[in-house]
């Protein structure tokens, strides 16, 4: 039987719907400040890694590989909660983010430029929260 | 010349690195409660109207059309701030939600189900934050 969208959306299985490249969005947040700190993508078994070890898992679409975050810098994320949406195509983790930083640039998230709003013409992005927490170059060993 | 990684980076122009169909991953939280309301996506026209009239604007991809968020139910987003991610293809905004919910299934959030973490085999999601604040058959119209 087709599952119905009724199921997705109000239903309690977890029925993820993957794009044609069998990926989902997921969206970590900072449990304790709120805080966007990166957007990436979780394919199948990215998200039954992260729901089975409490520790974040992705799929790297440009490495086109399966990766813990953290399994190269140490600075693993804790899940503390996991959500799905409604048509459950995009995951939330709030976590526990260890070390000083998710982005690889070396700062704590990777939203580090804000877009001043109410302009039409070219958009000219502002640093915020953009300063360095961690050395990148030294963290990921010249890969970055 | 073409525009080196530094640029995306570490720049302060605004380049969106839209996929293969134009769009960027869009996340809005609530302002206030700093909960994740919805993830969409925003195509260069939803990205440019949402800065210039700080109100959300995205792409829907299931209709292929343009849509201001509350057009039809009254909820629009009044965006107090727009982050763009580190390789810029992913925004995040922060907003004040007008209206009871942002989610077409009637909830303030899209993520009103959680998955439980340390399980392995079949996971049942649960209900988090999952009361309804309005009627979606009343404010849609009965188009959901």
Redesign the interface.
Known sequence: MATSSHDI??????LPKFDADGLV?A?A?DVV????L??AHMNAEAL?KT????EAWYFSRSRKKLWKKGEESGHVQR?S??????DQD?V?IKVEQLGPGA???G?RS???????????A???????DAEKTFDPGAVYRGKV
Do not use: N
């Open positions: 959306e109000e239903g309690l299985a977890l969005t969206v947040t400040s709120g805080d966007v990166m957007v039954a729901i089975e070890t409490g899940v909660e996991l959500r799905v949406d409604c995009a939330w982005c690889h640039t700062r990777c939203f580090y430029r804000a877009a001043p709003l109410g302009q039409k070219a958009v000219s992005l502002t640093f915020s």
